[in-house]
């Protein structure tokens, strides 16, 4: 059974930097993997996603130039290193897998299918 855990969120004023993390546990190399975003009272919505191999990689248009997604297939992790912050990027993140080619199609394009394993968030909140 895939198992996806979540870390590194917090509290970081506007400008700010955070690294998120995302452990996967439980499966070979072969899941892509994607960030989404939660905020009550709103849809979910994705983030950024990358290749199980990590060479290549989607990004929504709000967070282009600002996050950075990476892995680290030796160590099975994932990053969301996000760069100057806004207050805008608070939520609950969330990482999430499939074995689908076209997830890191679908976390930034069309909602065509949700993943198939989640792990449970970590919450940011941008703020002054």
């Known amino acids: 059974q895939l198992q996806l855990v979540e870390s590194g969120g917090g509290a970081v004023q506007p400008g700010g930097s955070l690294r998120l993390s995302c452990a996967v546990s439980?499966?070979?190399?072969?899941?892509?993997i994607g960030w989404y975003r939660q905020v009550p009272g709103r849809e979910r919505e994705g983030i950024s996603c990358i290749s199980s191999s990590g060479d290549s990689a989607t990004y929504r248009d709000s967070v282009k130039g600002r996050f950075t997604i990476s892995r680290d297939n030796v160590q099975n992790t994932v990053y969301l290193q996000m760069d100057s912050l806004e207050p805008e990027d608070s939520g609950v993140y969330y990482c999430?897998?499939?074995?689908?080619?076209?997830?890191?199609?679908?976390?930034?394009?069309?909602?065509?299918?949700?993943?198939?394993?989640w792990g449970k968030g970590t919450l940011v909140t941008v703020s002054s």
């Open positions: 439980g499966a070979t190399l072969d899941y892509n």
């Open positions: 999430a897998a499939d074995t689908a080619a076209s997830l890191c199609a679908v976390v930034v394009g069309p909602k065509l299918f949700e993943p198939l394993h």
